[in-house]
């Protein structure tokens, strides 16, 4: 079973549109949790950090859920520029781990006009 | 400015041939990695290193070597040994910390000619 695991889609969205993406992971002593953004052949960029408590930032919205071991992210009024794919990142956190992030396959976005 | 840099951005080889891979990091940061992508694909770990003089094995290390003689570089070798090796590069960097997040060099796009 993959650490990460992440819906690919894609997703094709309208401008204006809210869109969410979810996440699972497997190892419940995961300590940290990322969403990054990539776009067509650069490198990954931290888009924002998951906190237990759910954290906004603008438009994006992200949540864990500790339990159900899953992160999501909500994009409300999406734009053009939204296009990317989206990276589910998860940090072990721990012993010889330590700063190791595990990816998922991320998730492609269109947003169209 | 602090970042960290890849180079070159695009390298060719020949069958046959080892190549090396630069990835300097001037962020102060203890841990730095190394990822490859395939098209439509998730990151895949190589190798990492969590401090001077010390790296492990990722998920995919086979046809691969690095060293860490210095904080701040960390290169990649893709040998004649690795058997499929054009892929898109990064090389990453974090402090080491449970909560933190990975820096990215901009890449390196590798095609075996």
Redesign the interface.
């Known amino acids: 079973r993959k650490e990460v695991e992440q819906d690919?889609g894609p997703f094709n969205v309208p401008e204006g549109a809210t869109v969410a993406f979810n996440c699972t992971y497997s190892n419940s002593a995961s300590?940290?949790f990322?969403w990054y953004r990539q776009d067509c052949?650069?490198?990954?960029?931290?888009l924002m950090?998951v906190y237990s408590s759910g954290n906004e930032d603008g438009r994006f919205t992200a949540q864990l859920n500790r339990a159900s071991q899953y992160i999501s992210l909500l994009i409300r009024d999406s734009k053009l520029s939204d296009s990317a794919t989206y990276?589910c990142?998860v940090?072990l956190?721990?012993g010889?781990t330590?700063?190791?992030?595990y990816?998922?396959?991320?998730t492609q976005l269109t947003v169209w006009p | 400015d602090g970042g960290i840099t890849q180079s070159p951005k695009y390298l060719f080889r020949k069958e046959g041939q080892n190549v090396t891979l630069s990835c300097e990091q001037n962020l102060n940061h203890?841990?730095m990695?190394w990822?490859r992508q395939d098209p439509?694909?998730?990151?895949r770990?190589i190798y990492?290193s969590?401090i001077v003089n010390d790296f492990?094995k990722g998920d995919i290390a086979e046809g691969y070597s690095v060293s860490r003689e210095k904080k701040e570089s960390f290169p990649l070798t893709v040998t004649s040994a690795q058997k499929n090796p054009t892929a898109?590069y990064?090389c990453?960097s974090?402090?080491?910390?449970?909560?933190?997040?990975?820096?990215?060099?901009?890449?390196t796009?590798l095609t075996v000619v």
């Open positions: 690919p300590q940290s990322f052949r650069k490198e990954p960029k931290l950090s990276l990142v940090n956190g721990r010889s330590l700063g190791r992030l990816f998922g396959r991320g | 203890d841990a990695y990822y439509g694909q998730g990151l770990l990492y969590q492990q898109f990064l990453a974090s402090i080491l910390s449970p909560n933190t997040e990975a820096f990215f060099g901009q890449g796009r």
